[in-house]
């Protein structure tokens, strides 16, 4: 198939929100615009935060899922200003053998971790060609719980992840606004917006049993940017009610090519905004899972933990090999995508993370927080043996 004809499929194929999109927002549901009044700061925040606290608890008990992400591979053919991974950032990349990934795979299992998030930028060079089935098939017998956060791809093509034992997949649309996500997305397949917006749809005909989405706080207005993730949410809710969903609301973090980064006051999300996030998605949706990063510090997460949050990651690292050291042997550059060994190597060198994290504690480290705080951590809370015929 020609180049435009393929551009024609990829945008006429699965569409459903991408073509209700503008109506949707131009129309907000009660729901809807519920939430978004609780986002103004004359609802008493102390208000919500109990009402959130008791719903939390109704649906889900004193319960946190843990997980930990896995990075892959640092290699991406997107120009995403924003990333680390972006193609044209002079940064040391890898991307671990399958049995590198098992490795780093053993390591998080003896931390107790039973749920992964598999992490990888974009690059069919590198990532393709039946990897993530290989990955996948190895990983399988010692992780139930896998979830992929990789490109997104055809229906068809997540049908086979699935089958090979993935069951959660995680896309970002990072912002909602068009003209955002243009100006930020100047080169590679992530350009297509709609494309990216009809993912999750695409993953649910597929499969996949858990499906999370969410949008990076700091790229445009976050209150517009929290209508659009609410609307997109009760979309799924409606039209793929089979899969669990969950919502994050990760905000911007230093990252490689901007370790000075700082936050445009206009758009940034504060603390007290980011709490009535949590609070107001809790008690609009009631039985969503809510995903809390390591993105954020520790002082904030633990205040967090009792108002709405169910997921969190810990003692996360956000490169390939990052727990292990992996793949430092094959480190090297890249030039508009294309490869290009180092120079010179002082053995000392690791890829380069996506983003820098802040809460740096251990596992061990947050599940005494969590016990402290009369919770249970859950670091399994699935096995495929359920679906097995008796």
Known sequence: MSGKGRDFVIHCAAVSFSLQFDDLMSRPSP????????LEPGVPLEK????????????FGHTMRMFAPLYLSNECVNNCSYCGFSRDNAILRTTLTPRQVLQEAQYLHGLGFRNLLLVAGEHPKFVSDGYLQECLDLLKPLIP????????????QYAEIVAHGAEGLVVYQETYDLET?????????????PWRLDCPERAYAGGFRRIGIGALFGLSGWKREAQALATHLEYLLKHCWKSQLTVAFPRMRPYAGNYQYTPDEKLFLSD???LRL??????CF???????????????????VPLGVTHMSAGARTEPGGYTGAGSEDLHLTTKGRRVELSEKTGCEKATEQFRINDQRSAAEIEVMLRAKSMDPVWKDWDEAILAPA
């Open 278 to 283: 949590i609070t107001a998605f809790r008690i």
């Open 181 to 193: 996500y243009r100006t930020l997305h100047t080169a590679g397949p992530k350009k297509n917006f």
């Open 48 to 59: 919500l935060a109990q009402e959130s606290a008791a719903v939390t608890r109704r649906h």
């Open 272 to 274: 007290v905004a980011l």
């Open 145 to 156: 719980g896998l979830a992929i956060e990789v490109g997104p791809m055809e229906d068809d």
């Open 31 to 38: 729901l809807v615009r519920r939430l978004m009044a609780m």
């Open 286 to 304: 009631p039985t969503v899972g809510i995903v809390l990063s390591t993105r954020e510090p520790a002082d904030l997460r633990d205040a967090l």
